[in-house]
Nanobody
Framework: QAQLVESGGGLVQPGGSLTLSCAAT????????IAWYRRAPGPGRELVAR???????NYADSVKGRFTISRDSDKRSVVLQMTSLKNEDTGAYYC??????????????????WGRGTQVTVRG
């Protein structure tokens, strides 16, 4: 059973919006901190946003004010609402889960659970 499953990527014009969802198992959803990372063309991986089971969040500076991360308990999912999308938001978006005991404040290392990712392309 996949621990994390992403959905919702696609092609959108600059200035547009997309919503990504990360469905998790019950254990992960109820106790882990879940984050969205993205990998743009080229090397490197960037933390986009993180949410804890108590609802606390943190965001990359590049997405503050444009992206919102939230929890949907009915669907056992973490949702990333993306607005005012820019070309530089293009990339593969991955869900990651880490046990909160490894976190310091709102900062966490990369966890052991990954989804397969969903592609977001911003192009006009």
């Amino acid at each position: 059973q996949a621990q994390l499953v992403e959905s919702g990527g696609g092609l959108v014009q600059p200035g547009g919006s997309l919503t990504l969802s990360c469905a998790a198992t019950q254990t992960i959803f109820s106790t882990f901190s879940i984050a969205w990372y993205r990998r743009a063309p080229g090397p490197g991986r960037e933390l986009v946003a993180r949410i804890f089971s108590d609802g606390k969040t943190n965001y990359a500076d590049s997405v503050k004010g444009r992206f919102t991360i939230s929890r949907d308990s009915d669907k056992r999912s973490v949702v990333l609402q993306m607005t005012s999308l820019k070309n530089e938001d293009t990339g593969a978006y991955y869900c990651n889960a880490v046990e909160p005991r490894y976190c310091t404040g709102l900062m966490c290392p990369v966890g052991e659970y990954w989804g397969r990712g969903t592609q977001v392309t911003v192009r006009g």
